[in-house]
Nanobody
Framework: VQLQESGPGLVKPSQTLSLTCTVSGISITTNDYYWVWIRQPPGKGMEFLGSITYSGSTYARPLFESRTSISRDTSKNQFFLQLKSVKAEDTAVYYC???????????????????WGRGTLVTVSS
């Protein structure tokens, strides 16, 4: 199983950050699995952004809820992150990950996930 993040490495302030996670080796509609976006700003810890389940239900962490949209394309086995109105503080390495049996408290550590992408650096700068 592989997860691969893709998207622009540079986004201007106030624009929308759009990332794609392409999953291979497992269908994102496999029962009981959920798929997440996590990021790590430079020098800081991991931050959970949101998730989408195998059935298409989405969750965004309240801190980011007003700016975050998570969606999927099951025909391409991809899921997506959109983060609107980005600021310099949104500069981070963005990861996609997958796991089974979603829990109420979002997990943020690599070892807690069954599948984890390599990450992609997104810089917000004019």
């Amino acid at each position: 199983v592989q997860l691969q993040e893709s998207g622009p490495g540079l986004v201007k302030p106030s624009q929308t950050l759009s990332l794609t996670c392409t999953v291979s080796g497992i269908s994102i509609t496999t029962n009981d699995y959920y798929w997440v976006w996590i990021r790590q700003p430079p020098g800081k810890g991991m931050e959970f952004l949101g998730s989408i389940t195998y059935s298409g239900s989405t969750y965004a962490r309240p801190l980011f809820e007003s700016r975050t949209s998570i969606s999927r394309d099951t025909s391409k086995n991809q899921f997506f992150l959109q983060l609107k109105s980005v600021k310099a503080e949104d500069t981070a390495v963005y990861y996609c990950a997958g796991n089974r049996n979603q829990v109420s408290t979002p997990l943020i550590e690599r070892h807690e996930y069954e599948y984890w992408g390599r990450g992609t650096l997104v810089t917000v700068s004019s």
